[in-house]
């Protein structure tokens, strides 16, 4: 994941344009992933689809011909979306288009300007204090026209036609945290589900932040009765604990697969409460669309000083964060996969386990050991209104072991899948102080 | 207000009676107070309207014929509703029926004796010490006779049938904080609202404690279906903190208003569940009446010393608690005023803000101001089933905030006003910890 | 209780056999118990009823003819339904048959082998440091053939039909607090109530644990509808604190009972969610049977180091710990019988008290009487949705003064006992933190 992300590092990506195609395009090398042009001016819901923007060079020249700013040292340099410019102008005039990060000396910060035709260049507070009161040549090479939005879709059959949406935005330019670290996991999870069973389908989306998703969602309406469940991945590779974002319905299933799943890793997160700002978690839980889908990062956006700066690279993102972002995810993935509901069919008493090698020969002992608990809280509660993750946060056990209970306890007939049945949607009462 | 506390301490008020009376008409000078008189002997659901009592003097003399207890000093030195008394008696006979209160020298107890005719004076733990064992004149110059009960009652109209009570009662002699203070808020409250755009209307019942709502409620049956919130002011001058006691229901508008109002306010408050003890909530909020009705005081009666003593005087209450008290009362009944029910127009994906001039125009920066978050919390809530105060609860954001939000979204045709909605009952379960 | 216990310490009982029944008669001197006996090969839901085991000796002698591990000296040195064995072995080969507890030189442990053919010794750490390689006598003079399974059955006629089950295992041997405590606690609430008004009729059940309950209810399944609450009692004789463990519904009104009347004992206590382990709680509580039944039980099972040793001896347990937990379960009785739902009959504000002689006569004072504010949360919340136990839940007071309150109430004509109102489910939501 971390050879991908710095072989994506240097594009200069946008919403639109071919840095994100060229993003893509190495992105098939991985998953087959199908790309989408969708055309300038497309209404997309309240939005239209905006001009393509292509860049080519930027930069600002001091008296002496010195690029003072130059977009081949950091795509940073030059306001995202900008339309061209090729003037000569004192300080005084350039000032108004120079954006700096008080605080911070010698990082860049990120700026963009999609809907309002405009032009600028981001600097270093070191950059901007080096710069005499002279005249400057500013250059920005680029176009604004006509064209289209490109994304990239990965659809991953299942043994059903319910899916399970992972979305991550493409769109932000040589940030590592904030885009590339989404990007890298979501690719392998794809990888990695491609060759497992699978009951759902899995639908990967690669998408310019917003207008991306507001595309997909305004061209796919007839598809969403499918998503069961989503997930929005992105800033999951910084130093810090892993932040879950409830879905908007705040209680769905892989809300509590995603609590569960964090709360069992034994490392220390946080689970945060769906609000209307963020990533595209905001579009799927729009009112109108209103998808269960939550989202996992590490620290949140805007609360790291690093965030939408230049101070976002390689050495912010870590192999091992994004490993254990990965596992976090396809663990909850297979919580999803493996959350059945089933019927005791022995429902009046235990059933005598001893009889069928389940249980420890010698009785009177103190302890029990976990796998027959878990036998024993599947048993007790499969009485069709109480899923698998019911029963885990029921007990308190791990939702591994209680699958593995209810595999075992269906293996010697003493359980039924009950796939009429409808969990009580609150889940289980009983059990361990949160 | 407290100017109007000055004016109306000195008078020896009951629950019937020309101190009654008096106290009204000098509230009329303010407010266009209707007074309306009931006579004795109605019968009011479980209880008779009582004598009417009304006194000129009290003494009681030593043998050098100096008036050792006088009422004219304090007419808390009477127990309100004394029959009227004029005999001579030795010191052993007395003292049946003198009241003072051990802990405290300095202080008369407010003792009454409504129900059950007697007679009886309250004295300081001091004066009582001085009295020798002598033959005393014994005189309280009052009648208690067939009459009437007076309360008054100011009605405002408001663009609904919809009703809001403010209630406070007007029975106590000279206690500042346990009665004027309540009066002079609710005064100010009227002044205040008479010339605020209305959509509810308001009544303002200044009545005898228990007896006056007892027969304010049993002559107004058919008007309490348009009580949707009320409000019992009492208590509020004293140095400690607001308390707001919740409605019998538990959970009402007003209980959620006043929350969030107290919450955001920036003072330490309290939040008490109700109970059937206090003031006219009790009756408000009994069984078969079952009002909305909750109370906002500040220490509650019987928790501190002062309470019932001649030490809840001028000195005990406070211009700027009162001022506090009223900003805080004004500002719920804003809320309610302003808590309506909107529908997105707009619910699939975001509306795009930014054409409309709602937005920030340069992207990228790592804080939303907060408009913008009220802005997209009312958009992302607004399906119907949530009132504003939902959203407010929700996000946990200021009223205020979102009502602004709310309004700027409307005028631009995102928002429409959607009276038919009824919000689930128990609000949004989204949000911050409490 | 503890004479009861010193009583029945001795004998050796088991799942079956002539120590269960000599164990069943000595209670018969106490209370008129019924003996059941069920024959050996019953099928009762999943599980057999077991062949009998009787035992008349037991031994291991060394090379001299010295006994050293001895039946006789403690009932626990046989596993429980060994089966019969005379032989002379090696200690290599005897050593498989021997167990015992690491950790605890002088302590025996206690182990069965119900279901599984097999036979052993139980000793202590010392007992078996003390052993030399040499040839041993082994004797288990045992009987394990078709006989009967015997338990106890009380059952105490009350003015309804609704019962309340109370449970107890008989099954282990020398075993004081897992085991006898709950028997003599048992014994003595039977022998209280037996005297007592009773709107509920009680059946008790002294029975083995596991297959004696599966047994019971498999042969009674048309009394189940009866069976409005239950309780298992087991372990409430050592020095630790009470515990009750919920039933598996979870908030029924004898969860609810014990957790108020623990609550208000003054005791450190403890409130276990229900968990499918520990004792017949178990059966009770499995999905087909789903009886409202808790435990009573002071150190949970398992979780001190005496528990399932011979260090659970007469020593173990306490004359005051089992008055305790006598007392705490007669109250929370009392609760069940005296938890009726009332309606005011003068639901319109409240009624006038004082003319009933109900309230204090001089008004004024600061603090109102328990008894008084017991009498205003009854009458404010007596509309037909509240039983006496949501009250006394919602105003924090006892239950015996809101009971008491009511009865008062009752008596002057101001409630009405409402049979055919059904509290709200959840009760009172207002009230003290709990």
Redesign the interface.
């Known amino acids: 994941m971390f050879r991908l992300i710095e072989e994506l590092y240097p594009i200069c990506r946008s919403i639109t344009g071919d840095g994100l195609r060229e993003t893509l395009r190495l992105l098939q090398r991985q998953i087959p992933l199908e790309l989408r042009e969708v055309r300038t001016g497309t209404q997309v819901?309240?939005?239209t689809v905006p001009k393509e923007w292509n860049i080519r060079d930027a930069y600002v020249k001091n008296a002496k011909g010195e690029r003072v700013i130059d977009f081949r040292k950091s795509n940073l340099h030059v306001?995202?979306y900008s339309v061209p410019v090729r003037r000569r102008m004192a300080l005084a005039e350039l000032r108004e288009h120079l954006?700096t990060l008080p605080g911070h000396q010698d990082w860049i910060?990120?700026?963009?300007?999609?809907?309002?035709e405009?032009w600028?260049f981001c600097l270093s507070e070191k950059q901007l204090a080096e710069m005499k009161d002279e005249e400057y040549e500013v250059c920005i090479d680029a176009t604004l026209e006509n064209g289209h939005l490109t994304y990239g879709e990965y659809f991953l059959h299942g043994d059903t036609r319910d899916e399970v949406l992972i979305s991550c935005h493409v769109c932000h330019p040589s940030l590592c945290n904030d885009n590339l670290s989404g990007i890298a996991v979501a690719v392998s999870i794809a990888r990695v589900l491609q060759s497992a069973p699978r009951r759902y389908s899995y639908r990967f989306l690669f998408i310019p932040g917003?207008i991306g998703?507001?595309t997909w969602?305004?061209k796919n309406e007839d598809k969403l009765g499918n998503i069961k469940h989503g997930l929005v991945l992105t800033g999951v590779g910084d130093a810090g604990r892993l932040h879950y974002k409830k879905s908007?319905r705040?209680a769905t299933e892989i809300d509590r697969a995603a609590a569960h799943v964090l709360k069992h890793s034994g490392q220390r997160h946080e689970i945060l409460?769906?609000?209307?700002?963020g990533y595209d978690e905001?579009?799927y839980?729009?009112?109108?669309?209103n998808l269960p889908v939550g989202r996992l990062s590490r620290t949140p956006?805007?609360t790291f000083p690093e965030?939408?700066t230049s101070a976002d690279n390689l050495g912010f993102v870590h192999a091992d964060k994004l490993g254990e972002a990965l596992a976090v995810s396809l663990e909850i993935f297979s919580v999803l996969e493996n959350n059945r509901t089933f019927v005791?069919l022995?429902?009046?008493?235990?059933?005598?386990l001893?009889?069928r090698g389940l249980y420890r020969?010698?009785?009177?002992?103190?302890?029990?050991g976990l796998s027959e608990?878990a036998m024993?809280?599947v048993?007790?509660?499969?009485?069709g209104k109480n899923s698998l993750l019911d029963i885990a946060e029921g007990?308190g056990l791990w939702f591994e072991s209680i699958r593995q209970a209810a595999s075992v306890l269906q293996e010697h007939g003493l359980l039924r899948e009950c796939s009429g049945c409808v969990p009580s949607a609150a889940g289980l009462?009983?059990?361990?102080k949160s």
Chains 1, 2, 3 share one sequence.
């Open positions: 819901f309240d939005w306001v995202n954006f910060p990120y700026r963009t300007s999609y809907y309002e405009s600028g917003t998703a507001i969602l305004s908007r705040g409460e769906f609000s209307p700002y905001r579009q839980g729009s009112p109108g669309i956006h805007g965030y939408h005791n022995n429902p009046k008493c235990e059933p005598q001893g009889k020969m010698v009785g009177g002992a103190a302890d029990a608990m024993l809280w048993l007790n509660q499969s009485d007990s009462k009983l059990g361990k």
